[in-house]
């Protein structure tokens, strides 16, 4: 049997006090498997403008589930986050998370490093042609 995937879900906004562990936690007693479906959870912080009150937002990523270690609505769960449905989880009563499918593309950084002298001439070249570019626009406008 193929196993279950369920797609890495994005929660809009989760209380500053809520940490990954809490959230794991939360989807595992959900999802009701004998081991934690989460695989990893990234969390963002966020303050909100209108009263300053910190908040995360959280992407989590799970691990292929099997399906005999799954109930069938789970097989439903995963349909609905796949189709972009959004999906509301009560998490401590009266509290609930909004959920749905994580579109986002992970954001990657290049770190800083020490050039060589390849990669100097590289860069060189390369702010020559945005400097020209820039110049013969200027002098087009004009």
């Known amino acids: 049997m193929e196993p279950i995937q369920i797609p890495s879900v994005f929660l809009p906004r989760v209380s ?21 479906p989460v695989h990893h959870i990234d969390m963002v912080m966020k303050e909100d403008p209108n009263n300053g009150q910190l908040y995360y937002l959280a992407f989590v990523f799970f691990r292929d589930l099997e399906r005999d270690d799954c109930q069938d609505w789970v097989i439903d769960f995963a349909k ?6 959004r999906v509301k989880l009560v ?14 593309k992970k954001k990657t950084y ?5 050039l060589s002298e390849e990669d100097e001439a590289d860069i060189m070249k390369a702010q020559k042609e945005l400097i020209a570019k820039r110049n013969a626009y200027t002098e087009n406008s004009v």
Do not use: C
């Not at 006090?17 to 595992?28: G, K, Q």
């Not at 401590?92 to 986002?104: A, D, E, L, V, Y």
């Open 16 to 36: 500053h006090y809520h940490d990954e562990d809490f959230i794991a936690m939360t989807f595992w007693n959900f999802l009701g498997t004998r081991e934690s």
């Open 80 to 85: 609905k986050i796949q189709d972009g449905e």
């Open 91 to 104: 998490h401590t009563h009266p509290w609930f998370w909004n959920m749905s499918k994580n579109t986002g």
């Open 110 to 114: 290049v770190r800083p490093k020490i």
